[in-house]
């Protein structure tokens, strides 16, 4: 009899476990299948960002990635006990207030990461505290699902151009920089976009993610590991872009363009990735049969749990409330007006563009936009640009990506910013040996700005709070006269003779003057 009970209590034992496994499992499910429903449109957002976009291709690895880890980690997991735990409720409900505030300020990656803590939320709810401790690394991982690193584009476009400068000081090849453009005797090049090696970066960084967390034990050693994933591939597309340069100056421009078409890919970053793993092979400290986790020091004695189904319902509930917010205290956006009239300002006369490199800024989506170039006595010459949005929304926005001074992929480029006129920002921006600066002036809401993190805030507060939801871009610029010239005092008498940003701003919107 002895030697039978034992067997029939672990028997009983593993039953009970197998039945709280599908139990959580089941309820887990049904709370991050309704959470993906709800909030469909950004899922399938965040998809169509990885599918389109190069530099986020590898989120779609993602997934798999993560069901391998688990799948890694299952003899430990099945020694452990998943019981619903509601501080796990804290997480869904961060997620759906930076939901929020990214739908108020239209700010995307803020619904997606927001989306992305919900269902790293209810994982924890629904499993459990020793399970979500278990499971820690994979459910960090799923951060790397939200496409985010589009923002390091300039400065990786600056670093990018600092490194070929310095290297083509250690080869003896003169050149000029000037923001993001180089002049060397052969020619004339530019760090574009594409050129950044931001795409390479944000892959190396969820790559040496894994990494760290698969082949490293010590955490100073996964630290020192990272620090080279990100790093390495700063430096070698510096390098890259440099060789580029050279190899111009000592064939063509189109035979090195060619060749860096050929090398910039995955050639590119399998070389990147293997100089980091190289760097970091011979200091690998976790040997492939070692456990992940021990389960005797995560499962805790019994305590009262809370009630799966309630849980799962609550985190459904909280993940529900800012789409309710959203929909019940949007105010509804005003019709535009038929057409915007430009100003006529005092001793300026307008005139049709034609002298100079054509300049066009982006505003996609923009309700009213209008552009008109001014002369005055003395010859200076101006160009006014209004551009309004009678609300925002996803793909019509007054700030993002793409919107703004310069078309991107367009034939001006951004180089630098400038002293800033009061409440206004200034850009510099060229084209093939031409130079523009532009002075940006944003009204939202109640304010008058030329910052875009302030009109984000803004939108925020009036889309939350209710307020005027227009938006308008003003933006005066001016062509350099002459190399070395700066076109400031044309911006600037300009800006005098028009008077006031917030009332062109409103009367252009059809609100009504104060």
Known sequence: MNAVLPVERAEAGEMGAGRGWRLHLTALAVAVSAILLLFLADAIGMVSIWMESQTFNHCALILPIIGWLVWQRLPELRQLEPRAWAPGLLLVAVGAAGWLLGDSGGVALARHAGLVLML??????????????????????????????????????TITADICMALLGLVGIPAHIEGIFITVPT????????????????????????????????????????????????????????????????????????????????????????????????????????????????????????????????????????????????????????????????????????????????FAGADLFRMARYRNAAGQEVDLAVAVFMRQQEGRELVGFGQGVVVPGGPWAWTSDGPAPPGGRLDRIASHGAVREVATFYRVGSILTGSAAAVKLETMKTRLLGGPQRAVAVMVSAEAPAEGVSPRPAIDAFLEDLGSIEALADRAAGLPQR
């Open 120 to 157: 790293q939320g209810a994982v924890i709810a629904c499993l459990g505290r020793n399970v979500a401790r278990g499971l820690a690394f994979p459910i960090f991982y799923a951060l790397f699902l939200i496409p985010a690193g589009e923002e390091l584009v300039p400065p990786l476009q």
């Open 187 to 362: 020619g004339y090049f530019e760090v574009a976009e594409a050129c950044s090696g931001v795409q390479f970066l944000i892959a190396m960084l969820a790559y040496g993610a894994l990494v760290a967390n698969v082949c490293f034990r010590s955490w100073r050693r996964r630290a020192l590991f990272m620090l080279a994933a990100v790093a390495i591939p700063i430096l070698a597309n510096g390098v890259r872009a440099w060789g580029t340069i050279y190899i111009a100056s000592l064939t063509s421009n189109d035979f090195a363009a060619g060749l860096d078409h050929v090398i910039y890919g995955w050639v590119f970053f399998a070389l990147v990735i293997a100089l980091v793993m190289a760097a970091g092979w011979r200091f690998f400290d976790r040997r492939a049969s070692d456990a992940w986790f021990d389960p005797t020091k995560l499962q805790e004695r019994r305590r009262g749990a809370s009630p799966i189904w309630p849980l799962a319902a609550a985190a459904l509930g909280i993940a529900a409330l800012p789409l309710a917010w959203s929909g019940a205290i949007a105010s509804a956006a005003e019709a535009p007006p038929a057409q915007i009239s430009l100003p006529e300002v005092p001793g300026w006369r307008p005139l049709s563009a034609t002298a100079g490199r054509l300049w066009r800024p982006s």
